[in-house]
DNA sequence: CTGAAAGCGCTTACAG
DNA sequence: CTGAAAGCGCTTACAG
């Protein structure tokens, strides 16, 4: 991993060639208003003469500081964090950073790896978006971590982090209740791991608001899956071809919902119009899709910017109580509801 | 952007507790095969013991070598882009890099900035996509870099650098002869910027087909757009306003092709019935979508594979002849054709 | 502004 | 394997 050819040029080599002291030379690139204009033209001009190129992480080594931030997703074809990502992305690089990205796949060990790979890059901050069953070990490392770190999307149990996420509870109170509104006494709750705190938090809503109607809940047309499309198939078809049919589903997420909406017409029923259908997290497909979906957004890249900005404070201004900011969803009314 | 508390270990304070030189020390970090067992085990004890953390950055700089690589793209949302990025992400963090990610939005005066920012914190390599109205002055930037640089999806006259992209013109062309075949002989092609190479190239095999079955292009049912939803919409207004309506439409993009189906709809039209629509590149949500999306794939996360290697290929042999891969694109037929 | 010195945490090269 | 020295490219701290 060498690059070989002509030896690059360094800031003594800038000195030189523009008379200048070395001090003089770092003071310049590192924008110091203590330089007379015409000395400063001087040696930009050497600089660029010479092809002078900052050596930033020598810099960063020796002040002991650090430029860049890392953001560790699970997935990167999601587009749940793909805006997330855009939200950190942007924020950051706007004041100065510069993002290393990871990608965990939802593997453990491979988000081990990669936060220790970040460390070891003596990155300034870390953004974590955990894996769901993340070990204690992980906490453990964040916890003893001499690094600012902030989770996002899902909290971890004993961690001493800054937290920013979304109200799963609440978001899907206003769904279930935006569906009874809407006439309809019997609705499914379809998709996602059981075990997930994120699946948890909605059934908590889920099960508010049908209480708050005077409607029982039934156990039966409560059906978990992998939260991808094809789980929201397989619910579904599970569901269907159960007796006493519901009239509406409120599914997991936007992805699940799209299973949904496929297997509700494999079923020869048209969605939105012989059963209504409600995502989570309004991704962008959700607009375009067809019929365009009813969903709760969760404000992905809203998300990310907070965590990006919060993460920035906690870097410069160090010490102070751990913060949790919980974003309130919004229900977003289309077709298929 | 600095971190105080405790003073951090460094290796000299491993090899003191360990009983061991700072040399032997720095040998096991690396893995060298030249230290016994023992030594080794006694040394990441340690290691474990003092909470030590390697530093890659210092060590990079001693060793004039680098472990990070950093990859351009134009627009995270786009899920091209992002599949892209996957296929990137993957094949090189198995290989042992970190990734730094740069994000364009389409604006050439970013590229140049995050180009900068990237040389600065000392990349071993970079995949650049660069913006489609690039500069002079970023093609001399690439070449006068001591940095390898893989250009993907779009090439940059007079770059000297590798490149890796798809075959749009045989794309469009297999696109166009299976609208024909399906008995279309009118056959539009609506959206993307017609100055930029990538529709120039799609123009070609359009006409190409067209012309091998004897049938005449109309410039009037060529309408050009922003290469987005948006854009699709207003390009298949304006073509339904015209007398002689085509019974295809060949699109620039998938997501052009969103676009179109919902202007068609729009028009009391039903696509995939009245009117047959086939995209391009095949990105996720064309599966989903509904009709599923007849298309071309261009491999986004198979490009990116591919510059990754090619990068990786460049950095440790350096020398050797400029590369041009160019992929060959596959119809996809579904349901809206 | 200058100049000389020391140091960030590591690797390199070499004599033993 | 060890040990002492030099150096990667920069910043820091200080006397002038």
Redesign the interface.
């Known amino acids: 991993?060498?690059?070989?050819?002509?030896k690059?040029v360094t800031l003594q080599d800038v000195a030189k060639h523009a008379g200048v002291s070395r001090a003089t030379a770092s003071l310049i690139v590192r924008n110091s208003p203590k330089i007379s204009s015409e000395t400063r033209k001087k040696v930009l001009k050497s600089m660029e003469e010479l092809?002078y190129?900052?050596?930033?992480?020598?810099a960063?080594?020796r002040s002991?500081?650090?430029?860049?931030i890392g953001i560790i997703i699970t997935d990167?074809?999601n587009?749940y964090y793909?805006?997330l990502?855009?939200g950190v992305?942007?924020t950051l690089?706007e004041i100065g950073y510069?993002?290393?990205?990871?990608?965990t796949f939802d593997s453990v060990e491979k988000q081990d790896q990669?936060l220790s790979?970040?460390?070891?890059?003596?990155v300034?901050g870390i953004i974590l978006c955990p894996v769901s069953e993340s070990a204690d070990e992980t906490v453990n490392r964040l916890n003893?971590l001499?690094?600012?770190a902030i989770l996002a999307v899902r909290e971890l149990a004993g961690s001493n982090c800054d937290f920013v996420g979304v109200d799963y509870q609440a978001g899907s109170q206003m769904a279930v209740e935006h569906l009874i509104k809407k006439g309809h006494k019997r609705v499914a709750f379809l998709g996602g791991y059981r075990k997930a705190s994120t699946w948890i938090e909605r059934m908590e809503g889920y099960s508010l608001a049908l209480q708050q109607a005077g409607i029982e809940l039934d156990g039966s047309i409560v059906i978990d899956s992998v939260p991808t499309?094809e789980g929201g198939v397989d619910a579904v078809r599970q569901l269907l071809s159960l007796p006493n049919r519901p009239t509406a589903i409120f599914c997991f997420s936007d992805l699940v919902a799209?299973g949904v909406?496929?297997g509700v017409r494999e079923a020869g029923l048209k969605p939105g119009e012989d059963i209504a259908i409600m995502g989570f997290d309004n991704i962008?497909?959700a607009e375009?899709?067809?019929p365009p979906l009813s969903t709760v957004s969760s404000f992905a890249q809203l998300t990310g910017k907070t965590a990006a900005n919060l993460l920035h404070q906690r870097?410069?201004q160090?010490e102070g109580e751990k913060k949790r900011i919980i974003l309130q969803p919004e229900l977003i009314v289309r077709e298929s509801t």
């Open positions: 991993m060498n690059q070989s050819s002509k690059p092809g190129v900052y050596d930033r992480v020598a960063n080594l002991k500081s650090s430029t860049t990167i074809s587009t793909s805006d990502l855009k992305h942007h690089e510069t993002v290393l990205l990871g990608v990669i790979s970040m460390i070891e890059h003596r300034g003893k001499q690094i600012p499309r799209f909406v496929q962008p497909e375009i899709f067809y870097i410069t160090s």
